[in-house]
């Protein structure tokens, strides 16, 4: 196919200063494709990103295109990509992070960790974060980052996967067993996914905390609601469970206090999944941790289960039209985020359309 040689994207030139500009479309290297970009939603992160909360690190630079919860169609293929089976036409959605493939960490299946983290020179990408992003028309990506798409998927749908994938990886690193309780902690959109994914697993009773419209919408997904505006969590949690807390917690809130509030409510043994980042670091209750080998879990992205995200989704063990709320032109991009980050009209996921509505 040919391509164009421009395209427009949302390019960011400094601490929240970004416009729709026009730029080059990229060229695939021999392992890459470049995919016509047909959904992108708006990740927790890129208001960081776009805020300047990561400073040199995401971005690394200026001038830069965020974006990297993607779907697309595949238009021009390079030299290995084709010899390895991609081909134009081919249905995609993206995540993040691409691994070096080759040290310790990428061998052992970790590629959210890859030793080469940042240096592109070495074969390390993260897309949207330090490598060009699909806040554009087109998209440039390694064939380790993308999955290919069935017929019978929407590509809005399939934009999803990246951050779905992130949630299911949370709660199986919670180790939870069907049957077993599991507290959610957030109902933002990670924590409504984790609701999703954890019933799609088999839990038993799932609890969410958190206030507002999102924590209605939790309960509407199945949770069991604790508001925590005006409940305490932990006792909450204790009444629920006879005094023994819950064995799988998941703290997707990112503070300080959520974190705390994670460790207490865990049972003996239990263990706290992480994927919430603090603004600092927080003080965390280390003799309750030891005491009751309570587990605490970091969690990086979505190693490996973005292809059983597109099975649990295809074949309808989970339902993510309830989250998807607006659409919006790339154009309109300043709208999108504002109605993000605000909340508005019940906003939790909100997609824009480079290349227009469908």
Not at 227 to 233: A, K, L, M, Q
């Amino acid at each position: 196919m040919n391509l164009p040689e421009q395209m427009d994207a949302l390019v960011l030139r400094g601490v929240r200063d970004f416009a729709i500009e026009t730029i080059a479309v990229p060229s695939p290297m021999e392992d890459e494709v470049v995919c016509k970009v047909d959904t992108t939603f708006i990740c927790g992160t890129d208001p960081h990103i776009i805020g300047g909360d990561f400073p040199g690190f995401w971005p690394t630079g200026f001038p830069f295109v965020p974006g990297h919860e993607w779907s697309g169609t595949v238009v021009k293929t390079g030299l290995k990509s084709a010899r390895l089976g991609w081909k134009e036409g081919d249905r995609v959605c993206g995540i993040s992070h691409c691994g070096c493939g080759y040290c310790e960490m990428c061998l052992k299946g970790r590629y959210n960790i890859c030793l080469n983290y940042g240096h592109e020179e070495r074969g390390h990408r993260q897309y949207g974060h330090y490598t060009p992003g699909a806040y554009a028309q087109y998209m440039c990506t390694s064939i380790k980052s993308i999955f290919k798409v069935p017929d019978s998927m929407s590509l809005e749908y399939a934009a999803c996967v990246d951050p779905l994938s992130i949630a299911l990886y949370t709660v199986k690193r919670s180790r939870m067993q069907p049957g077993d309780d599991i507290l959610i902690i957030g109902t933002g959109p990670q924590g409504l996914m984790a609701i999703l994914c954890a019933r799609a697993l088999g839990a038993g009773r799932i609890f969410a905390a958190g206030s507002g419209e999102r924590l209605k919408k939790a309960e509407e997904l199945g949770a069991i609601p604790i508001d925590y505006t005006h409940e305490d969590v932990v006792e909450r949690v204790r009444e629920f469970t006879n005094g023994r807390g819950i064995p799988a917690v998941l703290e997707c809130a990112g503070t300080s206090k959520s974190l705390t509030q994670a460790c207490l409510a865990a049972s003996k043994g239990g263990v706290v999944s992480v994927i919430g980042i603090p603004h600092s670091d927080p003080s965390l209750p280390l003799k309750r941790i030891v005491l009751d080998e309570v587990e605490l879990v970091g969690n990086r992205a979505n190693p490996n289960t973005a292809q059983p995200t597109i099975e649990l989704l295809v074949n309808n063990r989970i339902d993510l039209t309830p989250l998807m709320t607006h659409r919006f032109e790339l154009k309109d991009f300043a709208t999108a985020l504002d109605i993000f980050e605000k909340r508005k009209d019940g906003a939790i996921k909100v997609a824009t359309k480079p290349n227009g509505m469908n």
